[in-house]
């Protein structure tokens, strides 16, 4: 392999995407490969076939094959490690022991309504233990409200109207494995996220039961979750939002998840769902929300937490906590959900059929777009329709395949306000949100 083996091209490629191509092809990242077929042969070993479309591949493009684990982790001896947690699918990749985290392999979100033990967990702190009496949970709304409340589950169930809403929650840090220096956090590809079915009461029904002044523009919320160290007086996490997002119609505080009593590692007894915006806007087990008269400034909120650039920064960079503002509204992202990334078809299969998901944070999905030949050219999905607001776009394509090789399938989403998924993640930040790079998977056929 260009004579050069001090170690596999797999693990070069991981390591040092532009040191790796230069192995590859012999040459510099950006320059045409198609004088190197002994390098595209090369690569073609590494990923399993021959690369029909390598002419054109980006220069310094990690192939799908390794840029993300397999899906037979079995087969692996150093696959993603999978969680055992009750009442959760054993496929879900576990990012962090302590806290908590497990994502959704991309391929698990191929149900319109994603299935709760498939959805993804992130704590920050310790779980707590399950509630003995979930009806006599109680809330307090306090603050700059004119009538300070505390109210039982029981009582939100009897005293406010209940909807029902299927909508994506989603993980601020989604993405975050795409960005290039490494940001800081849960290396998440695209499985920070989920659909499913909620069912409460409108948040802003019950603010407004407690009389907000009109001093009130932002909420603090808390839970009882405690923190890692187990000290007790140390905030987990408290986040909140501009008051127009809680008073949301879509924004709820639920009790059911997907028709089922929400389960103790989703927030049970009572979370909040804060749609379209980071998941960490939807607190888990909350029990106090706090109306305040600026922008809350607990944990989770200051320097680098939750926040993104105003003016574009430089890679890798320290940063400066005056150039960052709160992360709101999630970006435009799709996945394919099938088939997998690293599926082998037989030799001679000529079509693909796909399905996947879009969605858009506070906006909808105008498009998806799906490319076989490394975004040289594309081709219009079907989308579906989303069932209410908030809710995620399911979408198929069938791509037609001109011989048998290994193929990278891309899908590109576009929201309703005309922003487009990137190829690479952008607008780097210390703690890498809002990555959002097309979703690509690998297909060996033959
Ligand atoms: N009390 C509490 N609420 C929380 C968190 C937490 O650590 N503690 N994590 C938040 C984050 S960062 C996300 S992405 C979502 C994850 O919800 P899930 O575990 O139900 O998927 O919960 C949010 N709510
Ligand atoms: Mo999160």
């Known amino acids: 392999m260009a004579g050069t083996t001090e170690r596999s091209l797999e693990e070069l490629y991981r390591d040092d995407a532009e040191r790796a191509d230069s192995v590859v092809f012999g040459r510099k990242t950006g320059v045409d490969r198609r004088g190197f077929l002994g390098g595209a042969a090369a690569m073609g070993a590494v990923v399993g076939g021959a690369i029909p479309f390598a ?20 087969a692996a001896p150093k696959g993603p490690q999978l969680l055992k947690f009750p009442g959760k699918s054993e496929q879900l990749v576990v990012l962090g022991e302590r806290p908590l985290v497990a994502e959704t ?19 920050n702190g310790l779980i707590p233990e399950a509630a003995k009496d979930p009806e006599k949970w109680t809330i307090k709304i306090d603050g700059e409200v004119n009538k300070p409340l505390e109210i039982t589950l029981g009582e939100l169930k009897s005293k406010f109207k209940a909807q029902t809403r299927r909508t994506v929650l989603e993980c601020g840090g989604n993405g975050r494995s795409a960005f290039t220096p490494t940001a800081r956090g849960n290396q998440w590809t695209n499985g920070g996220a989920g659909c499913a079915e909620w069912t409460g009461v409108r948040l802003g029904d ?6 907000p002044k009109s001093s009130a523009v932002y909420t603090a919320h808390y839970g009882s979750d405690v923190h890692l160290s187990g000290d007790a007086k140390r905030e987990t996490l408290s986040r909140g939002a501009r008051l127009a997002k809680a008073m949301d119609p879509e924004t709820m505080i639920v009790w059911a998840m997907n028709g089922q009593p929400l389960p103790n590692i989703h927030g049970g007894p009572v979370r909040l769902v804060y749609p379209g915006w ?16 600026k922008e809350h400034d607990g944990s989770g909120m200051t320097e680098f937490s939750y926040r993104v650039p105003i003016k574009p920064m430089v890679p890798g960079d ?23 990334n690293g599926t082998k078809a037989a030799a001679g299969t000529k079509e693909v059929k796909l399905r996947g998901a879009a969605w858009a944070g506070d906006n909808t999905v105008r498009q998806v777009d799906v490319s ?23 979408w198929t394509a069938t791509v037609k395949l001109p011989s048998d ?10 929201d309703s306000k005309g922003a487009m998924q990137p190829h690479q993640a952008g607008f780097w930040n210390p703690q890498g949100y809002g990555g959002n790079a097309m979703h690509r998977i690998a297909v060996l056929v033959g």
């Not at 392999?105 to 704590?123: A, G, M, S």
């Not at 019950?206 to 009389?211: E, I």
């Open 55 to 74: 002419a054109n591949m980006p220069g310094g493009l990690i192939p799908a094959a390794l840029a993300q684990p397999a899906v037979a982790p079995a």
């Open 105 to 123: 392999p991309e391929h698990l979100l191929d149900d319109d309504t994603t299935p709760t033990d498939k959805f993804y967990v992130r704590n």
């Open 206 to 211: 019950v603010l407004k039961s407690a009389q």
């Open 278 to 293: 980071a998941g960490s806007l939807s607190h888990k087990w909350v029990n106090r929300v706090t109306l305040r008269d």
């Open 318 to 340: 320290k940063g400066d906590p005056k150039n960052m503002k709160i992360l709101e509204s999630m970006p435009v992202r799709s996945v394919i959900t099938s088939p997998a």
């Open 372 to 394: 076989i030949d490394f975004g040289a050219t594309w081709q219009r999905a079907t989308l579906g329709k989303p069932k209410n607001k908030f809710d995620w776009q399911r």
């Open 405 to 414: 090789g290994y193929f990278e399938i891309w899908a590109r989403a576009t």
